[in-house]
C-alpha cells in the first residue's frame, strides 16, 4: 500500500530501465545459443527474473548481477528436463514463448504461474504449437495452467493468427526453430518484432515480407552479445506525467524507438504534447534516443487500428492522459486489453472513475470525456503493475490523499518507480 499526493512539479534526469520484452527473449535465445551470450541493461524486475529461474530449471548456468547477465548456452539440445515445474509468475510473455522453445525438446516439462496466469488464455499458442506436434495439455483443453508438455519431433506450419500479438507469434516461430520445413506467421496486423530482429542477431535467418515471418527448420543460435535499450512501456509513465503534471520537465535517457512500439509517441503528438527526441542510436538491431517532455495542454484524440498493437501495454496511462485532454477520446480495436493481467478496460473504468474521471468502457476499448480534474480515492492495482504506476501519476495530479493498495505490483516491470517518482518531485 502507498499514501500518495499531488506533485507542484516532475523535474531531472530519469534512466529508464531495460526492455522487458529484450530483457526476456536475450535470456531465452542466450539458453538456446552456443556459447556464452553477455546481456548488458537488461531489466531486473520479477517477470524476467521468472524467465532466468526457468531456464536454470532447464539446466543452463545463468549469472545475473542487476542490470547485466551471462549465459552459457549449450544448445537448444543443451536442455534438460527439468525435475522441478516450471513458474512463469506474472509473465504471459515468459510462458507463451517458454512453450514455443518446449516443443522442440523431447521431454516432459510442466508449466505453472501465479493467479492472474491462471485465468490468461493459453490456446491461443497451445492450438496451433499442438498442431506442430507438441503434446501438450491442461485445463479446459489446454487453455489454462497447470500445462504439460512434451515437444520433440514438430512439423512446420503456415498459421495465420486471429490476433496481433507478438507472444503468439514469437512462440510458434520458435517451435518452428527445430521443426521440419518452414513455420510461417501471418498476422492482421504487425505486432512487436523483437523476436526476429533478435534472432537475426543471434545468426539465424529469419524472412519477413509485410505482416508475415518465416523461419527455416533446423537452425541454430549463435551467442552474441545484447545490449538492451530503455522501455519505451515504462518512459510512457514519465512522458504522461511530465505532460500532464503542471511545472513538468524531464529528460528521459535511451528510450527504445523499435517503431512496432512507438505508438504511445505517435498518440502525444497528435494530443500536442511538448515531446523532443535527440540523436537515435543503434539503428540496426533496435534503435534508442533519449526523449524530452514538458508540461503541455493536451486535446482529445481516436486511438484505434494498426495502432493498437504499437501501444498495447500504454493504453491504461493513455487514458489517464485523456482525462487531462479537452474533448473526448475514442479507444476501440482494443479487446486484448481483457486478457493481460487484468481485464484493462475494466480496472482503468473502475479505478479512474473512483478519482472523478469522466470515462466508459465499451466492448473493445473505452471513452473519455476531459478535461476533468481528478481527486484522492482509495484506489487498487488488482495485482496489475501497469494499472498501478498509471494510479500513482494520476494521484499526482489528484486534490488530495490517494491511497493506493497492492502498489507492490509495480516489481514486475519497474522496481524503481516509487523512487524515481518520489525523485524527481525533489528537483
Ligand atoms: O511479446 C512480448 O514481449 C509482449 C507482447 C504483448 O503481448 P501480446 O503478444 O499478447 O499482445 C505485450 O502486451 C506484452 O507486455 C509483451
Ligand atoms: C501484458 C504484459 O506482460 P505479459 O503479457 O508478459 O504478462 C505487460 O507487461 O503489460
Redesign the pocket.
Known amino acids: 500500500m502507498k499514501k500518495l499526493q499531488s506533485v507542484n512539479g516532475l523535474n531531472g534526469e530519469i534512466p529508464i530501465p531495460g526492455d522487458?520484452?529484450i530483457s526476456?527473449r536475450s535470456v531465452m535465445f542466450g539458453a538456446i545459443a552456443n556459447g556464452t551470450t553477455n546481456v548488458t541493461g537488461f531489466l531486473p524486475g520479477d517477470d524476467c527474473l521468472s524467465t532466468i529461474a526457468c531456464f536454470k530449471k532447464l539446466g543452463v548456468d545463468i549469472k545475473q548481477h542487476e542490470d547485466s547477465v551471462i549465459i552459457e548456452g549449450k544448445g537448444i539440445d543443451g536442455l534438460v528436463e527439468p525435475t522441478e515445474v516450471l513458474d512463469v509468475g506474472n509473465s504471459?510473455?515468459t510462458i507463451?514463448?517458454m512453450l514455443g522453445i518446449l516443443t522442440n525438446t523431447p521431454f516432459h516439462s510442466v508449466l505453472i504461474g501465479d493467479h492472474s496466469i491462471g485465468k490468461r488464455p493459453m490456446q491461443r499458442v497451445t492450438k496451433p504449437l499442438q498442431a506442430m506436434g507438441a503434446a501438450i495439455e491442461g485445463r479446459a483443453e489446454a487453455n489454462f495452467i497447470p500445462l504439460s508438455i512434451r515437444g520433440g519431433q514438430a512439423e512446420g506450419m503456415a498459421y495465420t493468427s486471429p490476433?496481433?500479438?507478438?507472444?503468439?507469434k514469437?512462440a510458434i516461430l520458435l517451435g518452428g526453430l527445430q521443426a521440419s520445413g518452414t513455420t510461417t506467421v501471418t498476422e492482421p496486423h504487425k505486432?512487436?518484432d523483437?523476436?526476429e530482429r533478435m534472432l537475426k542477431a543471434f545468426g539465424v535467418d529469419v524472412q519477413v515480407d509485410g505482416n508475415t515471418v518465416s523461419i527455416r527448420g533446423g537452425q541454430s543460435l549463435r551467442a552474441t552479445a545484447i545490449e538492451v535499450p530503455g522501455d519505451i512501456?515504462s518512459a510512457a509513465f514519465f512522458l504522461v506525467a511530465g505532460s500532464i503534471v503542471p511545472n513538468s520537465s524531464l529528460h528521459l535517457k535511451k528510450v527504445g524507438l523499435n517503431p512496432t512500439r512507438t505508438g504511445i509517441l505517435d498518440v502525444l503528438h497528435n494530443m500536442g504534447a511538448c515531446l523532443e527526441q535527440l540523436t537515435v542510436h543503434g539503428e540496426e538491431a533496435e534503435p534508442f534516443a533519449d526523449l524530452t517532455v514538458k508540461t503541455a495542454a493536451l486535446q482529445a484524440t481516436e486511438v484505434s487500428g494498426e495502432l493498437i498493437?504499437r501501444l498495447?501495454?500504454e493504453i491504461p496511462i493513455i487514458a489517464l492522459a485523456a482525462t487531462q485532454a479537452t474533448g473526448t477520446t475514442v479507444i476501440k480495436d482494443a479487446a486484448?486489453l481483457k486478457v493481460?493481467e487484468t481485464n484493462r478496460i475494466d480496472t482503468v473504468v473502475q479505478e479512474l472513475s473512483k478519482m472523478g474521471a469522466n470515462i466508459e468502457a465499451t466492448e473493445d476499448g473505452m471513452i473519455i470525456h476531459g478535461p476533468t480534474p481528478l481527486h484522492g480515492a482509495n484506489v487498487d492495482s488488482h495485482g496489475d503493475h501497469r494499472i498501478g504506476m498509471m494510479l500513482a501519476v494520476a494521484a499526482s495530479i489528484a486534490q488530495g490523499e490517494t491511497i493506493l493498495a497492492n502498489s507492490e505490483a509495480v516489481t514486475v516491470s519497474y522496481p524503481k518507480f516509487f523512487a524515481e517518482l518520489e525523485r524527481l518531485t525533489q528537483n
Open positions: 522487458k520484452s526476456h504471459g510473455t507463451r514463448l490476433v496481433a500479438s507478438a507472444q503468439v514469437s505486432s512487436r523483437h523476436t512501456s498493437p498495447i501495454d486484448e493481460k
